[in-house]
């Protein structure tokens, strides 16, 4: 008996998911063994866009080779429902004044539409108490663009 297969996910349905949701899994490969860490994200319907601390093996492995995989899911809780995309590229430092602003303020943005806690500000190198726009106005992370896709897998179940 042959093995169902996964369906593949059209461009505007991997583009839907990708805007639906804000957390994705960045594999890097600088390392014996590959490294994954979850990295909350946006999107401008061209690029993904992450912030990262400047601490933790990630620095380290981006250093050494910045090709990534990122994965970004969507389930229902039961698994009745699934669907992911997986992209492989390289992420690119933004290193412009005015583009570190926008993606900072997209950030900002996000957190306010999706109603997050100010816990995950932790995960950005802020405290909890912080306002979202010191996203913004401090720089105590890094903007990172998710550029030179090579190959993208998207599939979902029925």
Same mark, same amino acid.
């Given at each position: #008996?042959?093995?169902?297969?996964?369906? %593949?996910?059209?461009?505007? *349905?991997?583009?839907?998911?990708?805007?639906?949701?804000?957390?994705?899994?960045?594999?890097? !490969?600088?390392?014996?063994?590959?490294?994954?860490? @979850?990295? #909350?994200?946006?999107?401008? =319907?061209?690029? $993904?866009?992450?912030?990262?601390?400047?601490?933790?093996?990630?620095?380290?492995?981006?250093?050494?080779? @910045?090709?990534?995989?990122?994965?970004?899911?969507?389930?229902?809780?039961? #698994?009745?429902?699934?669907?992911?995309?997986?992209?492989? !590229?390289?992420?690119?430092?933004?290193?412009?004044?005015?583009? %570190? %602003?926008?993606?900072?303020?997209?950030?900002? *943005?996000?957190?306010?539409?999706?109603?997050?806690?100010?816990?995950? $500000?932790?995960?950005? !190198?802020?405290? @909890?108490?912080?306002?979202?726009? &010191?996203?913004?106005?401090?720089?105590?992370?890094?903007?990172?663009?998710?550029? !030179?896709?090579?190959?993208? &897998?998207?599939? =979902?179940?029925?």
């Amino acid at each position: #008996m042959d093995p169902v297969k996964i369906p %593949k996910m059209p461009k505007a *349905e991997y583009d839907a998911l990708i805007e639906r949701q804000y957390v994705s899994r960045i594999s890097f !490969g600088a390392c014996d063994h590959p490294y994954i860490a @979850p990295f #909350m994200y946006v999107f401008d =319907k061209k690029y $993904l866009y992450f912030l990262s601390t400047k601490y933790g093996r990630k620095m380290e492995y981006f250093a050494k080779n @910045p090709k990534v995989s990122v994965e970004i899911e969507e389930y229902a809780p039961d #698994m009745s429902v699934f669907s992911f995309v997986s992209l492989q !590229g390289t992420l690119e430092e933004v290193k412009d004044r005015e583009g %570190k %602003k926008k993606v900072r303020q997209q950030f900002v *943005e996000m957190v306010a539409r999706k109603k997050l806690s100010p816990h995950v $500000l932790t995960a950005l !190198g802020h405290g @909890p108490d912080d306002p979202p726009d &010191v996203l913004v106005n401090e720089e105590r992370s890094l903007v990172w663009k998710l550029v !030179g896709v090579k190959d993208i &897998v998207a599939l =979902k179940n029925g």
